[in-house]
Each structure stands twice: as structure tokens, then as C-alpha cells.
């Protein structure tokens, strides 16, 4: 229209031009009008421009107001819905253990995997509330970095049992074994990528590969770099991948691991990016700052002989990637490896004879193989080592004295260091092992416990007035483990490390019965631990029960050699931790601690929660829950005035995602009637009838305190 107008006036204009010039004006009249009429072209161009830009420019805005609006869809939602999530996956769960169960013939893994599955969701959340509260620190303490990948890998592969994928870990011979930092949260960290990654559908393998960098500074930085061959992430997800949200579709939250963990580095002062390609796959790589313990001795992983070192090593894996990773940790010890693929090898077996070490594929070795392997170990020492992993294996496959050991990858290289010292009978005289068995042969317990079926928070009141002695270093599981013993009438004592148990050990007024010892710790691990302990006999006849993520035969042979006397798998079954105590502690009073226990279990009404409904929530654990309950107080028990605050100040949209949290989380915990006005609430701010919402100040305020008190009250009831 205004290009139309535009366009007659010129026309017009050029008109009067060219009828004055051929009326004989002069020649400056006639050129003012051509002037004229090419500033109105000019102007319709600028018109065009204009117009162009404005319009892009309006969908520019309407395309960010979309995403505004998309972004705020997804923050409603997180953890809005939280206890429907935690219950859909408590449903999906058992119902995939149903399906398992008829075809499976190891009921037990079945239901370990269950079990790990719902207590990664309620660590998941105490770490949210954590965050929430600022109660996390970070601690800067020596640990070994082994352990921390024997924590990670084993409860990787307990969790993913039966995977298809290959996990590999490729350590860079550069990597020290002692170094300082935070391992408990580095552990957490990995372990959260992994799993995120693991649970991909048709994934080949997923690999950590770590390596060491100096820095200008005194430390240096370690670089752990995870990368899968699956089907990539899209860029609207990786846009957003650190930030959780519900996804409606699926019924499930997305990222919430993956926003700890990335909280937890940044913590940490370090970096946690992603790459991605579509149908090529995801590369996330994390990089923090360490001290190394001794800088002048990086090379930690010394053969006791010269007659260890520059062996000839044969590798064939089902995974030539493995493979190659294999090498890197055979390699350190400058052995000269060879590696050849599983297909190369099917098709033509090679000469092995000029081999030190032949490592194998478990399934390669079958009647023709062995007969060979047998046939060269006749004329010469030959060491044959079965090479299985620990997400597919029953670790018990193949069973020929042809085998000489056993490697579960992902493999770490403190693991083959000691495998290789093992292999080659680099240890003491058989006789004083012998001796030292056979004096404490009633108190080791050599296979996993049993569970006791049907026990309770209250069937540890069968073991009151037993001394105890807690190892562990992760607070969570300190609470966990107090929680469920609270009501027992155990004397506890807690040891944050290794060190500060061998010194409370000795210095402590009474014996203890018992002592419950983690093996991954910082300053002193628990395997050195037990050995400063065992070196006084007068502690021979105290039992030390370890708790591990990684049960291999090697590692379960390695706690029984420092003086450990039984293990206990994480994540912890409570009836397996009964067992364990019955087996170490007399049974007393069980009389009296039944009747108690069948008093304890009737009915209790809390105001403002359902207790029931909120133990359910956090796997039927009691302990669980209770330190759940604990974390939301402080997290949020405060929450009324900054409610009032924000209402006060008009500041909405943070009103909004206070009440998107409490939602989900009064959900998770039972407390069904802050649950019930927290969504009137968000149903007033999402149709933004603001001017409703100071009537709300005095409801908020009286039912948190309701609920505080409710807290409060079950928390401290014997």
C-alpha cells in the first residue's frame, strides 16, 4: 500500500519534470527532477530493506518468545512431578523384574539390579537437596585413583549387568596412582556420565579414557574423556543437557545425574563439556585440577623383579578397542605386546610359542585351544590369561587349569600390576600363609552373605549394647547406615577414613565387636587400613567386614590377604547386613526385640505426611527416608518466608520455581498436604493471578510448620 503511493508520486513527480523541460525550461530544472526521481528510488529500496529486516527481526523475537515459553514449560515440570516419577520407575522396575524373573535363572542379580536402580534415584535426590541447601564441600584429601575406578566399575556394571556394550577404560601410563582431590565426588561425577551414556539402546561400547596434563601452576590437571559409538544427542537436547526436566512423554526426569555431576565439577574448579553428532556418537570430557601426592616418584607400579619386566604378551579381546587399551596398561611394564583381532585369530591361529603371556578372549578357548596352549606349556612357562568383562560375565565360564588368571575389564593398572605379581608367585613362603589361614579360619567368611529375609530398622535391636565401628567416607552413607541402626541400641562409632580408624581402633577405651570398613577412601584406603590394624595381635580376633563395589575374585582374595574377614557388595542389602551381624555379633534378647519390633509397626499418624507413603518412595527404607527427610528440613524448612519475600517484592517467577520444587518434592515424601496447596499455588501463577497470592502467606506458613513438626517428631521417636 505505502509502496504503491510511493511509487504514483514518483511517477507523478517525473511527469511535471519532463513537461516543464519540454516547455523549454532550462537544464538545471530538468536535472533537479531527475535527482528527484532517484532519491525516491533509493527511498523504495530503503523501504525494502527496512521492511525485510523488521520482519525477520519480528520473527527473531517471536522465535525466542517460543523458546522463552517452551523453557518455562520444561521448569514447571521439574521435579514438579517428582514423587509420580519416583513411583513410575518403582512400577516400571518391578515390573521389568517380573518379565526378568521368568526367563532369568539368577533371580539374586535380577533383584541387586532392582535394588541399585531405586537407591540411585534416592541418592539422586538427597544430592538435589544438598546442592539446594549449600551442604556440599569439597575436600581435598590424598586417595588412590584405582580405587575410585574399582568403585565406579563395579557398580557400573552391577547396574548395567547384561549389557551388550564393551566398557573400557584407557589410562594413560602418565596417570599417577596417588593423587589429591576430592575423590568421593569425583567417583560421583563419573559414575553419573556413565550411566547416562549406558543407558543408551543399541550401543556398541563406551569409553573412559584418562589422561595427565602439567599445568603452569604446582598441580595438575587430569583429563577424563568419555566417548560411545551410539546414536549421538540431537542439539535441541544438548542445548539443555545439564539442565533436568520431566519429560512428558516418557514419564521420566532427564539430566538430573548429569545436573549433579556438572554441579559437582564446577565445584571441584573444573570443566565438564559435550560433543555430539547424530548416529555418531557423544564425547564428554571432564577436566579437573590435583596434586600428586610424590612428584618425584610418578612411576608407582614397580615389578619386585627384573625377571618380570620385557615380556613378550599376545592379545586377542572380542573388542579391538579393549584390545588396544589392554596394551597401553601391559606396555608400562615394557613389555612388547602384540595385538590381533578375534576375527584374525578364529581364522588362523599363530604360532604362540615366542610368547610369555598369551591373553584371550574367555570364548576362544575351547577343546582345540586348550589342547595347543597345553601342548606349548609342556616345553616352556607360558602364562595363559582369560580375558572376560564384568557386564557380561558370570565370572565362572571357564574353569581349565590351562588358565592361569583372570582379568574383568574395564581393567585399571594397579589391578594388572598385582595380577602380574600374582601370576608369578611373588608373595610369601606358603608355609607361614598356611599358618596365619589356619589361626583365622573361623572368622573368615569367604563367599557373600545370605540375606535374611523379613528384617526390619527394628531387627537390629537383637544386637543392643555391641560396640561398632563405621568406616566409611561418604556422609550420605554415614546417615544411612546411623539411621538404620538408630533404634538398635548398638554403641556407634564413625571413622571418616582409613587413618582415623586404625587410630580409634587403638586408642579406643573398649573393644569393638565389629568393624564395618569401606575399601575406596581417601588418605588410607581400607586395605591398609586392616593391615595397621592386624599388625597388633591383639586386634587378631576382631572381625572386619568390608563393604565393595567391585566383587572379583581377585579383589575378594586381595581383602582376605591384608586381614579383612568378610565382604558385604554395595549397594547395601539391609538383610545381607543382618546376616553379616549375626555371623560376627551373639544373638541376644530376640524374644524381647521381636516384641518390640511387632509393637513398633503399629500404626502412627503424623500431621501434614504420610509416612508410609514416603518410605515407599525411597526404596522401603526407613533409613533412606528418614535422612531424606532431614535434607528437605534444611533445605526448605524455612521455605514460608521466602515465599513471603518474594510475594512482597512482586518477584513471580521466582515464586514460580520455589513452588515447582516443593511440588515435586513434597510429593517424594509423603506430605500430602503442603503437596495439595503447593498446586493451588502454581495453579493461581500459571493463569497469573498474581494479586491472590499474598492470601496465601499464612496457609504457607502454617503448613510448613506443620510439616516441620511432623518431621521433627518421627525423626526423634524411639
Request: charged residues 25%; aromatic residues 10%.
Amino acid at each position: 500500500m505505502y509502496l504503491n503511493k510511493i511509487s504514483m508520486a514518483i511517477i507523478g513527480l517525473s511527469s511535471i519534470g519532463y513537461a516543464q523541460a519540454d516547455q523549454g525550461a532550462g537544464s538545471e530544472t530538468f536535472w533537479l527532477w531527475i535527482a528527484l526521481f532517484a532519491l525516491g528510488i533509493v527511498g523504495i529500496a530503503i523501504l525494502f530493506v527496512t521492511s525485510y529486516q523488521t520482519q525477520k527481526l519480528k520473527q527473531f523475537y517471536k522465535s525466542m518468545f517460543e523458546k522463552q515459553l517452551e523453557m518455562e514449560r520444561n521448569q514447571n515440570l521439574l521435579l514438579a512431578n517428582m514423587s509420580e516419577n519416583v513411583h513410575n520407575i518403582a512400577k516400571q522396575t518391578l515390573e521389568e523384574t517380573q518379565q526378568l524373573s521368568k526367563t532369568s535363572t539368577n533371580k539374586d542379580t535380577v533383584l541387586g539390579n532392582t535394588e541399585s536402580r531405586l537407591l540411585d534415584v534416592t541418592h539422586d535426590l538427597l544430592d538435589f537437596l544438598r546442592l539446594k541447601s549449600k551442604q556440599v564441600e569439597i575436600v581435598n584429601e590424598a586417595f588412590n585413583i584405582n580405587n575410585v575406578l574399582n568403585e565406579v566399575s563395579g557398580s557400573i556394571c552391577s547396574q548395567f549387568l547384561g549389557s551388550k556394550a564393551e566398557l573400557i577404560f584407557d589410562i594413560h601410563k602418565n596417570v599417577p596412582r596417588h593423587l589429591i582431590g576430592d575423590s568421593l565426588h569425583l567417583g560421583q561425577a563419573l559414575k553419573s556420565i556413565l550411566e547416562y551414556l549406558m543407558v543408551q539402546e543399541e550401543l556398541d561400547e563406551v569409553k573412559l579414557e584418562v589422561s595427565m596434563f602439567d599445568t603452569f601452576e604446582e598441580n595438575v590437571e587430569l583429563q577424563f574423556q568419555f566417548s560411545d559409538k551410539g546414536r549421538g544427542i540431537d542439539p535441541k537436547t544438548l542445548e539443555n543437557l545439564f539442565v533436568p526436566y520431566y519429560d512428558v512423554d516418557t514419564g521420566k526426569y532427564v539430566g538430573l545425574g548429569l545436573f549433579v555431576a556438572n554441579a559437582l565439577v564446577d565445584m571441584m574448579k573444573g570443566k565438564l563439556t559435550v560433543e555430539s553428532r547424530e548416529e555418531k556418537g557423544s564425547t564428554f570430557t571432564l577436566t579437573l585440577p590435583f596434586d600428586i601426592v610424590n612428584k618425584s616418584d610418578q612411576r608407582r607400579y614397580r615389578l619386585p623383579e627384573k625377571a618380570l619386566i620385557e615380556k613378550k604378551v599376545f592379545i586377542v579381546d572380542s573388542n579391538y578397542n579393549s584390545a588396544l587399551a589392554v596394551k597401553r596398561m601391559f606396555t608400562y611394564f615394557r613389555h612388547e605386546v602384540t595385538v590381533l583381532s578375534k576375527k584374525e585369530f578364529m581364522k588362523t591361529m599363530p604360532n604362540l610359542n615366542s610368547f610369555d603371556i598369551v591373553i584371550l578372549d574367555e570364548s576362544l578357548f575351547d577343546i582345540r585351544l586348550i589342547q595347543y596352549l597345553n601342548q606349548i606349556k609342556m616345553g616352556k612357562e607360558l602364562k595363559v590369561i582369560a580375558l572376560n568383562s564384568l557386564l557380561h560375565s558370570n565370572q565362572n565360564n571357564v574353569n581349565d587349569e590351562v588358565i592361569d588368571a583372570q582379568l574383568f575389564k574395564p581393567l585399571n593398572q594397579e589391578r594388572v600390576f598385582e595380577m602380574i605379581v600374582n601370576m608369578y608367585n611373588i608373595k610369601v613362603p606358603a608355609v607361614e600363609e598356611e599358618q596365619k589361614d589356619e589361626a583365622k579360619q573361623i572368622q573368615t567368611y569367604r563367599r557373600d552373605f545370605t540375606e535374611t529375609k523379613g528384617v526390619t530398622q527394628h531387627s537390629f535391636q537383637d544386637f543392643s549394647g555391641k560396640n561398632i565401628l563405621i568406616v566409611e567416607d561418604n556422609l550420605i552413607n554415614q546417615k544411612v547406615l546411623l539411621n538404620l541402626l538408630h533404634l538398635s541400641g548398638i554403641n556407634i562409632s564413625v571413622a571418616n577414613n582409613g587413618q582415623e580408624a586404625v587410630d580409634m581402633v587403638k586408642k579406643s577405651q573398649f573393644p569393638f565387636d565389629l568393624v564395618l570398613m569401606d575399601i575406596n577412601m581417601p588418605i588410607m584406603d581400607g586395605f591398609t587400613a586392616t593391615q595397621m590394624i592386624r599388625l597388633e595381635s591383639q586386634y587378631d580376633g576382631m572381625p572386619i567386614v568390608a563393604f565393595t563395589a567391585l566383587v572379583l575374585d581377585s579383589e575378594i582374595q586381595k581383602m582376605f590377604n591384608c586381614g579383612i574377614n568378610a565382604f558385604l557388595a554395595k549397594p547395601l542389602n539391609i538383610g545381607k547386613l543382618y546376616t553379616a551381624f549375626s555371623t560376627y555379633l551373639d544373638d541376644t534378647s530376640k524374644v524381647a526385640a521381636k516384641k518390640k519390633e511387632v509393637e513398633s509397626q503399629k500404626a502412627i499418624s503424623y500431621q501434614g505426611i504420610n509416612i508410609n507413603e514416603g518410605i515407599t518412595h525411597a526404596n522401603n527404607s526407613e533409613a533412606l527416608y528418614r535422612e531424606i527427610l532431614k535434607e528437605f528440613a534444611t533445605a526448605y524448612g524455612t521455605s514460608d518466608e521466602i515465599f513471603t519475600k518474594l510475594i512482597k517484592e512482586h518477584r513471580y517467577e521466582q515464586v514460580k520455581m520455589l513452588c515447582i520444587d516443593m511440588r515435586g518434592l513434597t510429593g517424594a515424601i509423603g506430605a500430602e498436604d503442603m503437596h495439595a496447596l503447593i498446586n493451588d499455588i502454581l495453579h493461581k501463577i500459571l493463569y497469573k493471578k498474581y494479586e491472590l497470592l499474598a492470601n496465601y502467606n499464612e496457609k504457607y506458613k502454617f503448613e510448613i510448620q506443620t510439616l516441620n513438626r511432623s518431621i521433627q517428631k518421627y525423626i526423634t521417636a524411639a
